[in-house]
């Protein structure tokens, strides 16, 4: 293995909160940094600091779990370069590995086997003119799209988008979440039953749980 070091706020074990594997334990290395503020964001502690660490280092952690399914998120994990690295190593391991990123940065050179949740950001985020919609053209049924939808208008936005890349087709799952303290639950549920798209409605499971509980 190389000496490739990456910047680690925390590795920690807990409940899938969200995306395909919701609810299955899961081991989770969360990177440090991020080029984005979107403006519901809840790790901004992800933002600066963390800690180096090798590849063997992390490694030996995910190995102290007892599962087989590793998140790799951030901040945005892709930020820094080694990802790219730590995802191979993951899956030549024989993890299930997941990939938490946002839509602004290329995902085109992550390892095939990886399942990429691509957060594809709304208006009500600020932050979507940083969307990277070259993106949307690499995307396959391993992969998994995500809104968080913050009003009506980001939700028409991502039925807009959804048609005209044609994701409910491209992706395994287009998951919907309502924007925490900005739309109520039941409304979402209620205009996606309106609707009949064929997308995931998602709320996120470890904060249910555990609120906002450090490392959960």
Same mark, same amino acid.
Not at 138 to 154: G, M, R, S, Y
Not at 160 to 179: H, I, N, T, W
């Given at each position: 293995m190389s000496s490739t070091s990456l910047r680690i706020t925390e590795i920690f074990f807990s409940l899938q909160g969200e995306a395909r594997t919701v609810?299955?334990?899961?081991?989770?290395?969360?990177?440090?940094?991020?080029?984005?503020?979107?403006?519901?964001?809840?790790?901004?502690?992800?933002?600066?600091?963390?800690?180096?660490?090798?590849?063997?280092?992390?490694?030996?952690r995910v190995q102290g779990s007892p599962t087989r399914l590793v998140t790799v998120t951030g901040g945005e994990p892709l930020a820094q370069p080694a990802c790219l690295e730590l995802l191979r190593v993951l899956c030549d391991e024989g993890y299930d590995v997941s990939l938490e990123t946002s839509g602004a940065l290329d995902i085109g050179d992550v390892d095939a086997r990886v399942s990429r949740v691509v957060d594809l950001k709304t208006p009500g985020s600020g932050e979507v003119q940083r969307n990277r919609?070259?993106?949307?053209?690499?995307?396959?049924?391993?992969? *998994?799209?995500?809104?968080?939808? !913050?009003?009506?208008? +980001?939700? *028409?936005?991502?039925?807009?988008? !959804?048609?005209?890349? +044609?994701?409910?087709?491209?992706?395994?799952?287009?998951?919907?979440?309502?924007?925490?303290?900005q739309l109520e639950p039941r409304e979402l549920a209620d205009w996606i039953l309106r609707d009949g798209d064929p997308v995931r409605m998602q709320l996120q499971l470890h904060k249910v749980i555990w609120g906002d509980e450090p490392g959960r």
């Open positions: 609810g299955r334990p899961t081991c989770f290395i969360r990177l440090t940094g991020c080029p984005l503020r979107c403006q519901y964001c809840d790790t901004a502690y992800a933002f600066s600091g963390g800690s180096s660490m090798s590849l063997k280092t992390v490694l030996e919609y070259e993106n949307l053209a690499l995307l396959t049924p391993n992969d *998994q799209i995500k809104f968080v939808i !913050c009003d009506a208008t +980001d939700y *028409q936005w991502a039925r807009m988008k !959804c048609l005209e890349y +044609d994701l409910f087709a491209k992706v395994g799952d287009v998951l919907y979440s309502p924007s925490a303290g």
